[in-house]
Nanobody
């Protein structure tokens, strides 16, 4: 089992920055990816970013490219999401997720992630 705990959400003005953290505990899979998703009220959960524990290029949704940066610290089993130039439309609950060891599909697909955190609220105000 993998346990995930997000932190770092909060209220920020448009144009500001926040850094989310996701601490993984229990069994982690070095060959798998960690992802960030978000869900705004009345909308479906959507992909934000992902990164492999083993390194390599990160993946981003078009809506956050150039503004968000995903990174990992393997020694701390922690994944980060640095969010800059925040917009009102970035307001959502942000979830951290981990793929299982046997998954080899798209990083953009939420169904490929078997473990989820509880979510952290990010609110961007004008």
């Amino acid at each position: 089992q993998v346990q995930l705990a997000e932190s770092g959400g909060g209220l920020v003005q448009a144009g500001g920055s926040l850094r989310l953290s996701c601490a993984a505990s229990g069994r982690t899979f070095s060959g798998s990816a960690m992802g960030w998703f978000r869900q705004a009220p009345g909308k479906e959960r959507e992909f934000v970013a992902a990164i492999n524990w083993s390194g390599g290029n990160p993946y981003y949704a078009d809506s956050v490219k150039g503004r968000f940066t995903v990174s990992s610290d393997n020694g701390r089993n922690t994944v980060y999401l640095q969010m800059n130039s925040l917009k009102l439309e970035d307001t959502a609950v942000y979830y951290c997720a981990a793929q299982g060891p046997d998954y080899s599909g798209s990083h953009y697909y939420s169904g490929g992630y078997g473990y989820w955190g509880q979510g952290t609220q990010v609110t961007v105000s004008s």
